[in-house]
């Protein structure tokens, strides 16, 4: 018996008057009773957005001794002009915390002119170097993370997950052709990305639930600048 009193056949159901039609609606309701009855998330794989294209994402990019975030990302942390930077070693998470121009190691993230802001680069030759052996990265890539904007404790933050990255070889010239202009730079992913789609829901789910009292360093922005 179906949860609605009565048998099914295929697009029939059994009455006292014997096989009757299902109408469209009947059957749409049915279909949806059974799917409800029997969906779990389990086996499900979220798949990565890198996956797609994001142009107009939030994302940070690592090169060398500077990092950039591009105009998206300080687009939707509206008038957040100086920022603290957080890592985690343990769970390879970077966060971005506002905060206020006199907070200590705050660290100008943007320009901001006549009330606009617009991306900069940053040099921070220490830290990148830091993460590049931190993640074991390849010194002449530069590694391009998608951004997660969530609400911590009443606190707007983006959470960068370090082990999840696009990779860009550098442009190259061609030796026998001087003139020729650079090849573009080629983007590759982690080797692990090609035998799923994403990571599981639950694993999905914790991949941005963070701790800021747990594992989290600062980010110095006069370390450099320090004897």
């Given at each position: 018996m179906s949860s609605f009193g009565?048998?099914?056949?295929?697009a029939q159901i059994?009455?006292?008057?014997?096989?009757?039609?299902l109408s469209r609606e009947e059957r749409a309701e049915a279909e949806q009773?059974?799917?409800?009855?029997?969906?779990?998330?389990?086996?499900?794989?979220?798949?990565?957005?890198e996956f797609f294209s994001h142009r107009?994402?939030?994302?940070?990019?690592?090169?060398?001794?500077s990092i950039i975030f591009n105009n998206a990302c300080i687009a939707k942390m509206d008038q957040v002009i100086y920022?603290?930077?957080l890592v985690n070693p343990e769970t390879e998470k970077l966060v971005i915390r506002p905060c206020d121009e006199g907070a200590r190691d705050a660290i100008r993230w943007c320009v901001a002119k006549n009330d606009k802001r617009k991306s900069r680069e940053i040099t921070c030759?220490?830290?990148?170097?830091?993460?590049y052996n931190l993640m074991s990265w390849e010194a002449q890539y530069r590694y391009k993370l998608q951004g997660t904007r969530i609400n911590y404790k009443g606190e707007q933050l983006y959470v960068f997950d370090l082990s999840s990255t696009e990779i860009y070889l550098p442009s190259v010239k061609d030796p026998n052709d001087p003139d020729a202009k650079k090849r573009r730079s080629k983007t590759f992913y982690p080797e692990d990305w090609r035998d799923s789609f994403g990571l599981p829901v639950l694993e999905h789910q914790e991949s941005t639930q963070i701790n800021l009292l747990e594992g989290y360093d600062f980010m110095d922005g006069d370390k450099e600048a320090r004897p």
């Open positions: 009565y048998k099914m056949e295929g059994l009455t006292d008057r014997g096989f009757q039609p009773v059974a799917l409800e009855t029997n969906f779990s998330l389990e086996g499900y794989q979220v798949v990565r957005r107009f994402d939030p994302t940070l990019t690592i090169k060398g001794n920022v603290q930077i030759g220490l830290f990148t170097a830091k993460l």
